[in-house]
Every structure is written in structure tokens, then in C-alpha cells.
């Protein structure tokens, strides 16, 4: 018999209302396979973003049975990014899917080299660089019309570090829905605009050192083609150079937010690829 009285319970479920969190669904136990377990799924957002950018996302692949976790990225330069990454990492058991979207596709390029429990690679909307690429010369190879210098809000370092510029770029208010989220409302788009996490300026410009993960790591790809911060045609011409498995969305650059089934269903492919 349970040790927990009615009255707890419910006392649980009037918290999780209270906190906005509605009455809880009952909780899964997804089966486990000892000699095959599911991959822990690791999300790592990208400039302008947070962690809460793949909270949709998340949710679904929790729905589908799987540990998740989306680590902040410091965005101070893909060399401190992806050893921050790595370190995260190191702390999981068994295999791993390991997602970027954006300038995160920087970082998990270079954090996954040499990790043998990483089995696939998925870029969302994302960079996927060769070695010695920034994404800045991803960009000037393939300029956005609606994405330049004319678009950031430089400011002094609000967290110190990194590639050593000595600022820190916003994309400003104004600007973000067009850039960044088009397809979403614009309160939407206002809030992430609001609480948008700021990129280290000359980490744009910081190159992938050694080789990059996905020469060695089997990758999945995401063509968000209404994209007005990395050109479509530049999404296409990084995931053909990769040969990943691409699927592609009417989506903004914000597809994880937009779109989040269509993320999840190719993170899931991946994920399905490792068992």
C-alpha cells in the first residue's frame, strides 16, 4: 500500500496548478533495454536564445520516453562554447544525440569531436562548419538581406570572457521578429526579443579548430526556408557538404519554437538510428 495519502496527492497537483504547470499527466515508464538503451538527448541553443528556446521540443521527447537535457551555452566563442559542452558530456552514461540550432551547430561541430558516446549529430537551422570556418564567413559567403551589422545592439561585456572582444551583440527589438521569428506572434517574438541572451561580438568571427564532428558522426539536418538569419542556401550547402539526412520546414529561424513536431520528429529519427 502506498505510504502517500489522498490528501498529499492532491496537495502535489494543487502546487503544479498553482505554478501554472495544470494537473500533471500520469508519468511514464518507458521501457529499458540494458544492452540497448535509449540515447540521453542533448540540446544546445544558439545566439540570441536561451535554454528555454527548446522547451516544446523538450517536452515532446520526454512524452516519447527520453532523458533530456538542455545545458546553457556561454556564447563567448565556439572554443570556450564547445569545452563547456564537452563538459556536460562527460557527466552522461551511455549514448548521446547531440543537437544544435544556430550558432549551436558551431558548437556541437567542435564539442563532440572525439566523443565516442556521441552517435548522431542534428542541426537545427544550423551552422555546420568545416575546419578553420567561422559563422561569420558562412554568412558573408551567403548574405541574409534582413540580417547585417545594421540589425545588432553592440554593448559593453555583460559577462566577461571568452574570444575577447570586450562587447556583447544583441539583435535589437526592433529587428528580432523579422530576423528571427517571423512566423510567430508578434508578443511572441516581443518576448524573446526581451529576454534574449547576448552573443560574445567576435565569437561570430571565431573559427572550428581540429576536425569537425560530423566528418566521423552520422548527422541529421534541418532547412528552415524561410530563414532570415542563415540564408536557406547556406543551411543546404552545409548539410549536402555533410552529407546528413535532411528534411526541410516552412519555418522560420525559430522552427524549435514555431515548429516544434517537425524538430522532434528529426530528433527522433536520429535517435531511432542509435538503437
Not at 511514464?28 to 540540446?43: A, F, G, M, R, W
Not at 544544435?100 to 552517435?119: D, P, R, T
Not at 514555431?258 to 535517435?271: F, G, K, R, T, W
Request: glycine content about 6%; some cysteine.
Amino acid at each position: 500500500m502506498s505510504s502517500k495519502s489522498p490528501r498529499a496527492s492532491w496537495t502535489v497537483v494543487a502546487l503544479l496548478a498553482f505554478l501554472g504547470c495544470g494537473t500533471p499527466p500520469p508519468p511514464s515508464e518507458p521501457s529499458i533495454d540494458p544492452q540497448n538503451p535509449k540515447p540521453t538527448i542533448v540540446l544546445v541553443h544558439g545566439a540570441f536564445a536561451d535554454a528555454s528556446s527548446w522547451t516544446a521540443v523538450v517536452q515532446r521527447l520526454q512524452q516519447r520516453g527520453y532523458t533530456v537535457i538542455a545545458p546553457p551555452n556561454p556564447l563567448r566563442g565556439v572554443a570556450p562554447d564547445a569545452a563547456a559542452v564537452a563538459a556536460v558530456l562527460e557527466t552522461i552514461a551511455g549514448p548521446i544525440v547531440l543537437v544544435g540550432h544556430s550558432y549551436g551547430g558551431m558548437v556541437i561541430s567542435q564539442a563532440a569531436e572525439g566523443h565516442a558516446a556521441v552517435k548522431a549529430l542534428v542541426y537545427v537551422a544550423a551552422f555546420v562548419p568545416e575546419t578553420g570556418e567561422s559563422a561569420g564567413a558562412i554568412i558573408n559567403k551567403f548574405p541574409v538581406a534582413t540580417f547585417g551589422p545594421d540589425r545588432l545592439r553592440i554593448v559593453p561585456n555583460a559577462v566577461p570572457g571568452g574570444a575577447g572582444s570586450g562587447a556583447d551583440a544583441y539583435i535589437k527589438p526592433d529587428a528580432f521578429r523579422e530576423v528571427i521569428a517571423a512566423d510567430l506572434p508578434a508578443s511572441t517574438a516581443s518576448a524573446m526579443a526581451a529576454t534574449q541572451r547576448p552573443i560574445e561580438a567576435s565569437a561570430i568571427g571565431s573559427p572550428l579548430t581540429g576536425t569537425p564532428a560530423w566528418k566521423t558522426i552520422p548527422s541529421w539536418a534541418l532547412v528552415a526556408r524561410s530563414d532570415h538569419a542563415i540564408s536557406p542556401a547556406a543551411e543546404r550547402f552545409m548539410y549536402e557538404r555533410a552529407h546528413a539526412h535532411v528534411v526541410e520546414v516552412d519555418a522560420s529561424h525559430a522552427v524549435a519554437v514555431s515548429h516544434p513536431d517537425d524538430v522532434a520528429n528529426l530528433i527522433l529519427e536520429a535517435a531511432h538510428s542509435v538503437h
